[in-house]
């Protein structure tokens, strides 16, 4: 997708940058999102409920949020952006980082919308390679398979970066804040700097409707194929196969969004942001009147839809967090945001199954409906960052 001229990449290595994080992005979610995807197999292999599925799918997240604020306080000495891949909690933090860095505000939205789209196109490769290979040879073999894969193109990611880590200078400017209180300085005690954060009124309301969004999103992923095998009676390969036009369609979200911020509202990302969540909120509808002999067809576009509405916020959300943040801060920030947001992501699942264990589907895909909404009414809470303030650029919507 091309950009602007005016929002062309400020250093000779930024699409160099841009390709390389999206693509550890997608090795990272070969694990990430290959759990929910073996969900199927591993679930009828050690007799679980849906709840104890929920239980291990959060597990992962207990071990990514105890590193990302950490990972986020090197970043931003940029000393983590040379091992920007090894480590869910070093990529995001890292890797949002250096996106931000290389592209200008009115660029931004779409770039880290490209290496956003690095998640779920990760979690296409896995549910096209993950489910062949559980069947073939045991959904351990397949996982295994998953975790190669994150390590190679961590180890590239590594390779291509390091040379730039090496160049960037201590305290790099990105975040711009958004003039509403949370001013830090660069060094200090890690609480204080953590409490400052807190105090950013953009980081803070962008975090509290992430994590209701994450929510939605976890519960949707992780439990659809599982909803296709309990309620429609698909095979396990089909359904977790068909997890393909999910993550296809959080690719094609994360990308059509980040334009939208960019090209419609003037690199504004609230209002892209609300027209995503706004859809989202009606969208568990469609799953709860999902007939029970829907044509395959039907079913994946209905994913696809799924996937654009419920994983297309992300990128939107990564540039809000870095834009709102104080300059010298946005990986910090972003560590900060992700550990309260992934402390959601680990309650949720086993929350989430438990419910359908002892209502049904209909009333977990109902309850979206309520987090979805209060997500919305959070998101016009918002503030712009204090570059792209509606005041200074007039109302382009």
């Keep these: 997708m091309p950009f602007?001229?005016?929002?062309?990449?400020r250093e000779p290595s930024g699409f160099r940058v841009l390709a390389l994080t999206t693509l550890q992005q997608a090795g990272l979610t070969c694990i990430r999102f290959g759990l929910p995807i073996l969900a199927p197999f591993w679930r009828d292999a050690l007799r679980l409920s849906l709840g104890q599925v929920g239980l291990l799918l959060g597990a992962f997240d207990l071990g990514a949020l105890l590193f990302f604020i950490p990972m986020g306080l090197l970043a931003d000495?940029?000393?983590?952006?040379?091992?920007?891949?090894?480590?869910?909690?070093s990529g995001q933090t890292a890797g949002t980082?250096?996106?931000a860095a290389a592209f200008g505000p009115g660029g931004r939205g779409i770039a880290m919308g490209i290496r956003q789209a690095g998640l779920p196109l990760g979690g296409m490769i896995a549910a096209l390679l993950l489910p062949p290979l559980a069947g073939a040879f045991g959904w351990q073999a397949a996982l295994a398979g998953a975790a190669a894969v994150c390590a190679l193109?961590?180890?590239?990611?590594?390779l291509g970066l390091r040379d730039d880590a090496r160049g960037r200078r201590s305290g790099e400017v990105i975040g711009r804040g958004n003039g509403r209180g949370g001013r830090l300085a660069a060094t200090g005690p890690i609480v204080d700097r953590v409490r400052a954060i807190l105090r950013n009124t953009g980081v803070r309301r962008t975090t509290e409707a992430s994590m209701l969004l994450v929510i939605a999103q976890f519960c949707y992923q992780g439990y659809l194929a599982l909803y296709l095998v309990d309620r429609f009676g698909w095979s396990n390969h089909a359904a977790a196969v068909l997890l393909v036009a999910v993550h296809l369609g959080g690719v094609l979200g994360r990308l059509a969004w980040g334009a939208l911020s960019d090209r419609r509202y003037g690199g504004r990302r609230v209002p892209a942001l609300a027209w995503c969540v706004g859809a989202g909120t009606v969208f568990p509808v469609g799953l709860i009147a999902l007939p029970h002999l829907a044509h395959p067809s039907t079913v994946a576009l209905a994913a696809l839809v799924g996937g654009v509405l419920l994983l297309g916020w992300n990128g939107l959300?990564?540039?809000?967090?870095?834009?709102?943040?104080?300059?010298?801060q946005g990986a910090t920030a972003m560590g900060v945001s992700?550990?309260?947001m992934y402390t959601a992501t680990m309650l949720t699942p086993p929350l989430f199954g438990f419910l359908v264990d002892h209502t049904s589907?209909?009333?977990?895909?109902?309850s979206l409906i309520g987090v979805m909404a209060w997500a919305l009414v959070l998101t016009y809470r918002i503030p712009e960052p204090a570059a792209h303030d509606p005041a200074e650029f007039g109302n382009t919507s």
Aim: net charge negative; charged share 10%.
């Design 4 to 9: 602007p001229p005016e929002t062309t990449s």
């Design 77 to 89: 000495r940029a000393l983590l952006l040379a091992i920007a891949g090894l480590g869910y909690g």
């Design 97 to 99: 980082k250096a996106v």
């Design 153 to 158: 193109t961590g180890i590239l990611c590594w």
């Design 317 to 328: 959300y990564s540039t809000l967090i870095t834009e709102s943040a104080e300059p010298g």
């Design 338 to 340: 992700m550990m309260l």
């Design 361 to 366: 589907y209909a009333a977990g895909w109902a």
